[in-house]
């Protein structure tokens, strides 16, 4: 990923606005020319420039500044500027490194791409605009007829506490994106998101080594719909390709999410991503209702012991009550599929009234080893008999979410 955010930002027009000579040195080494980049200094601050401000900026790829958050002026200037913004242009501030989340989302909300610390380093910049230059590079598929195709949304729910749905979720998310590292190893990359909303005990972010950002709790403190400046501001790139939004590190409420905030961001990110992989929290509450209407279809994740099937057939029937024509797709994790159904394997599948098609093997060594390293099974022991069977999951509920998607179009 590190090569793919240096060539997305090669040729590129960058408008700097500081006083600071460190700043400028380090810009014009993370940005050299010799890679096409032409940096523009301006010395003035953005209260200084007034009305040239606006020529200037939107003439530039990205714009890099410096800002103190209670220099009221100089942020209503830059926001006077940002009211203006009808193209693609990137704005990155540079601010003080104890810049509390507060204020970091103060400055978000008035449309600033990025706040990065002053002490930040070349590379770090490098990486931090390359992200999200990558980002905004994101193309949409197309249906037949010229329709933007919107992305596929697949929740990963758990029938009890502890049954390995995110582990399905991670590795699902992981092998949706393609590539050589993946099942599909003859597909063009797909962009992918991983959203982590169980809140209380997710943990998706240590399967994938990301440590919490904050940005699941400015979403909560944000209180309002996002749009997509806060939303990629929020979101984790991760090497393999998926963007992810981690469970936040403090406990906090279940009901700390409201339903429109979740339909708001499943709206952007549809148009953004091609899947958008949701583990939910082993619970009911009112929020998941906007997720069902949207998704394309679902994977539960199980086993078939009594409770469980029991948990899950309430499931199923609870969330078809929100989307008629959900798809389900049961999981049966740490069980190994028997040529001879068992009498309990038969029971199971009248009660859940569908055939088990997915069996996730029990092999506890490649799981412990996958969350103690960081890495995903699919891509850290990915012909393990757990790894194929994770990637021949993902590679049969991307075929059906093709085809699901298609025929709802």
Known sequence: MKDQNVSAIKSQAIMLVTENEAVTRMVEEAFPSEYENRVTENTNTFRALNGTALQIAFKHDVVIFEIDPDDTGEVQAI?????????????VALTQNDLSISKARE?????????????????????????KISARRVSQTNFAGGVAALGKVIPVAKSRGGVGASTVAVNLACSLVGGKRSFFRKSAKNRVALLDFDIQFGNSNVFLDIEDNGGFLQLIENSEVPDDHFLSSILQEHALGVDVLCAPAPMVPLQSMRSDVIKGMLDLLQRRYDYVVIDLPCAVVDWVEPIFKQATQLALVTDTTVPCVRQARRLIDFY???????SVEIVVNRERNTLIKTSHVREAEKVLETSLKHWLPDNPKVARNSVDFGRPVVDMKPQSDLGKALAKLAAVMSVDAQSLATKKA
């Open 79 to 91: 926001e006077d500027v940002l009211a203006h913004r009808d193209d693609d242009t990137l704005f």
């Open 107 to 131: 400055l978000r909300k008035i449309g600033i791409d990025e706040v990065l610390p002053l002490s930040i380093d070349g590379e770090g910049l490098k990486a931090a605009v390359g992200e």
């Open 320 to 326: 078809r009550e929100v989307n008629v024509g959900l």
